[in-house]
Protein backbone atom coordinates (compact mmCIF):
# COMPACT_ATOMS: atom_id res chain seq x y z
CA UNK A 1 0.00 0.00 0.00
CA UNK A 2 1.45 3.14 -0.99
CA UNK A 3 0.16 6.44 0.86
CA UNK A 4 1.50 9.64 -1.30
CA UNK A 5 0.96 12.94 0.62
CA UNK A 6 1.72 16.70 -1.07
CA UNK A 7 3.78 18.63 1.00
CA UNK A 8 1.93 22.20 0.04
CA UNK A 9 -0.84 22.98 2.15
CA UNK A 10 -1.34 19.38 4.36
CA UNK A 11 2.43 19.83 5.83
CA UNK A 12 4.07 23.28 4.55
CA UNK A 13 2.13 26.57 4.73
CA UNK A 14 3.92 28.18 1.86
CA UNK A 15 0.91 30.49 1.11
CA UNK A 16 1.65 32.27 4.17
CA UNK A 17 5.46 32.44 3.86
CA UNK A 18 4.96 33.36 -0.01
CA UNK A 19 3.14 36.81 1.73
CA UNK A 20 5.56 37.31 4.08
CA UNK A 21 8.24 37.10 1.67
CA UNK A 22 6.60 39.41 -1.31
CA UNK A 23 5.62 42.15 1.47
CA UNK A 24 9.93 42.01 2.81
CA UNK A 25 11.33 42.15 -0.80
CA UNK A 26 8.83 44.75 -2.30
CA UNK A 27 8.16 46.83 0.87
CA UNK A 28 4.00 46.57 0.25
CA UNK A 29 1.59 44.50 1.01
CA UNK A 30 -0.62 41.78 -0.49
CA UNK A 31 -3.78 43.14 -1.99
CA UNK A 32 -5.04 40.79 0.53
CA UNK A 33 -4.17 37.29 2.66
CA UNK A 34 -3.07 34.71 0.45
CA UNK A 35 -5.33 32.07 0.86
CA UNK A 36 -5.40 30.23 -2.40
CA UNK A 37 -2.57 29.08 -5.16
CA UNK A 38 -3.66 31.59 -7.24
CA UNK A 39 -0.88 33.87 -6.44
CA UNK A 40 -1.01 36.66 -9.02
CA UNK A 41 -4.35 37.69 -7.33
CA UNK A 42 -2.44 38.95 -4.93
CA UNK A 43 0.17 40.90 -6.17
CA UNK A 44 1.31 43.28 -8.15
CA UNK A 45 3.68 41.26 -10.96
CA UNK A 46 2.71 42.13 -14.28
CA UNK A 47 2.42 38.19 -15.31
CA UNK A 48 2.94 34.55 -14.78
CA UNK A 49 6.98 34.90 -15.47
CA UNK A 50 7.71 37.29 -13.29
CA UNK A 51 5.96 35.49 -10.31
CA UNK A 52 7.89 32.03 -11.53
CA UNK A 53 11.38 34.30 -11.12
CA UNK A 54 10.21 35.92 -8.23
CA UNK A 55 9.36 32.07 -6.59
CA UNK A 56 12.40 30.68 -8.05
CA UNK A 57 14.97 32.42 -8.34
CA UNK A 58 14.97 35.55 -6.42
CA UNK A 59 13.38 34.35 -3.09
CA UNK A 60 13.22 30.26 -3.61
CA UNK A 61 14.97 29.70 -0.57
CA UNK A 62 13.05 31.82 2.22
CA UNK A 63 9.79 30.66 0.78
CA UNK A 64 9.92 26.78 0.39
CA UNK A 65 12.87 26.38 2.79
CA UNK A 66 11.81 28.54 5.76
CA UNK A 67 7.81 28.01 5.45
CA UNK A 68 6.52 26.95 8.97
CA UNK A 69 4.77 23.53 8.87
CA UNK A 70 0.69 24.50 8.51
CA UNK A 71 -0.01 23.66 12.36
CA UNK A 72 2.12 23.09 15.24
CA UNK A 73 3.40 19.53 15.14
CA UNK A 74 2.03 17.92 12.55
CA UNK A 75 4.91 16.71 10.90
CA UNK A 76 5.78 15.12 14.00
CA UNK A 77 1.98 13.48 13.89
CA UNK A 78 2.93 12.30 10.41
CA UNK A 79 6.25 10.78 11.95
CA UNK A 80 4.37 8.72 14.37
CA UNK A 81 1.83 7.89 12.13
CA UNK A 82 4.55 6.83 9.62
CA UNK A 83 6.19 4.48 12.74
CA UNK A 84 2.51 2.62 13.09
CA UNK A 85 2.36 1.65 9.97
CA UNK A 86 2.17 -1.85 8.70
CA UNK A 87 5.24 -2.99 7.06
CA UNK A 88 3.52 -3.90 3.50
CA UNK A 89 2.98 0.52 3.58
CA UNK A 90 4.85 3.14 2.11
CA UNK A 91 5.08 6.49 2.56
CA UNK A 92 6.07 8.72 -0.05
CA UNK A 93 6.13 12.37 -0.09
CA UNK A 94 5.37 14.70 -3.06
CA UNK A 95 5.78 18.44 -4.12
CA UNK A 96 5.53 19.82 -7.37
CA UNK A 97 8.60 21.70 -7.42
CA UNK A 98 11.35 23.46 -10.18
CA UNK A 99 14.67 24.31 -10.31
CA UNK A 100 15.92 25.94 -6.67
CA UNK A 101 12.65 24.79 -4.90
CA UNK A 102 14.09 21.16 -4.82
CA UNK A 103 16.96 22.10 -2.60
CA UNK A 104 14.55 24.51 -0.83
CA UNK A 105 12.34 21.91 0.06
CA UNK A 106 14.90 19.10 0.97
CA UNK A 107 15.92 21.45 3.63
CA UNK A 108 12.49 22.10 4.89
CA UNK A 109 11.82 18.59 5.18
CA UNK A 110 15.22 17.98 7.13
CA UNK A 111 14.53 20.73 9.35
CA UNK A 112 11.49 19.29 10.31
CA UNK A 113 13.33 15.50 10.33
CA UNK A 114 10.18 14.48 7.57
CA UNK A 115 10.91 10.36 7.73
CA UNK A 116 9.13 8.81 4.34
CA UNK A 117 10.26 6.14 2.27
CA UNK A 118 10.26 8.60 -1.02
CA UNK A 119 10.19 12.01 -1.73
CA UNK A 120 9.22 12.52 -5.24
CA UNK A 121 9.26 15.96 -7.30
CA UNK A 122 6.61 16.04 -9.65
CA UNK A 123 5.98 17.99 -13.11
CA UNK A 124 1.94 18.95 -13.28
CA UNK A 125 2.53 16.84 -16.60
CA UNK A 126 3.28 13.72 -15.00
CA UNK A 127 0.32 13.71 -11.82
CA UNK A 128 -1.01 10.31 -13.67
CA UNK A 129 2.65 8.90 -13.39
CA UNK A 130 2.61 9.72 -9.48
CA UNK A 131 -1.32 8.19 -9.27
CA UNK A 132 -0.56 4.96 -11.24
CA UNK A 133 2.24 4.06 -8.20
CA UNK A 134 -0.62 5.42 -5.36
CA UNK A 135 -2.96 3.85 -3.30
CA UNK A 136 -4.53 6.87 -1.13
CA UNK A 137 -3.37 10.48 -2.62
CA UNK A 138 -3.51 12.67 1.14
CA UNK A 139 -3.63 15.87 -0.82
CA UNK A 140 -5.09 19.64 -1.00
CA UNK A 141 -3.41 20.09 -4.41
CA UNK A 142 -7.05 20.94 -7.21
CA UNK A 143 -4.76 19.33 -10.01
CA UNK A 144 -3.94 16.12 -8.34
CA UNK A 145 -7.64 15.59 -6.94
CA UNK A 146 -9.21 16.34 -10.40
CA UNK A 147 -6.84 13.73 -12.01
CA UNK A 148 -8.25 10.72 -9.32
CA UNK A 149 -8.38 7.71 -10.55
CA UNK A 150 -11.62 5.42 -9.85
CA UNK A 151 -9.80 3.05 -8.35
CA UNK A 152 -7.87 4.96 -6.10
CA UNK A 153 -8.76 6.48 -2.32
CA UNK A 154 -8.43 10.54 -2.33
CA UNK A 155 -8.13 12.40 1.19
CA UNK A 156 -8.83 16.07 0.84
CA UNK A 157 -7.57 18.15 3.38
CA UNK A 158 -10.02 20.68 3.24
CA UNK A 159 -9.48 24.43 2.08
CA UNK A 160 -11.28 27.22 0.68
CA UNK A 161 -10.11 26.41 -2.54
CA UNK A 162 -10.80 22.72 -3.01
CA UNK A 163 -13.83 22.12 -0.81
CA UNK A 164 -16.59 21.98 -3.69
CA UNK A 165 -14.02 18.95 -4.63
CA UNK A 166 -15.11 15.49 -4.61
CA UNK A 167 -13.04 12.84 -2.56
CA UNK A 168 -12.98 9.37 -0.31
CA UNK A 169 -12.75 11.73 2.77
CA UNK A 170 -12.36 15.21 3.54
CA UNK A 171 -11.03 16.32 6.94
CA UNK A 172 -9.23 19.92 8.03
CA UNK A 173 -5.86 18.36 9.08
CA UNK A 174 -3.70 15.34 8.83
CA UNK A 175 -3.87 15.10 12.72
CA UNK A 176 -7.64 13.61 11.79
CA UNK A 177 -6.65 10.23 10.86
CA UNK A 178 -4.93 7.94 14.10
CA UNK A 179 -3.55 5.08 11.50
CA UNK A 180 -3.34 4.54 7.71
CA UNK A 181 -4.09 1.28 8.11
CA UNK A 182 -7.77 2.31 8.96
CA UNK A 183 -7.38 5.85 7.83
CA UNK A 184 -11.06 5.73 6.18
CA UNK A 185 -12.79 4.05 9.24
CA UNK A 186 -11.41 5.43 12.12
CA UNK A 187 -11.49 9.28 10.46
CA UNK A 188 -15.08 8.72 9.54
CA UNK A 189 -15.99 8.15 13.03
CA UNK A 190 -14.16 10.88 14.33
CA UNK A 191 -15.69 13.66 12.32
Request: hydrophobic share 40%; with cysteine.
Amino acid sequence: MIISITINGVLRDILSKFEEVYEKYYDTKVLSSVVTPNLLEYVDFKDEEELIDFLYNDATMEIFGQAREVENNVISYLIDLYKEMPSNYKLRIVSDELGKSKPATLWFLAKYGVVCDEIIFYHKNNIKDIWETTDIFITTDTKIIETKPKNKKLIIIDKCYNSDMVSDLRINSIKKITSFENAFEETIAIE
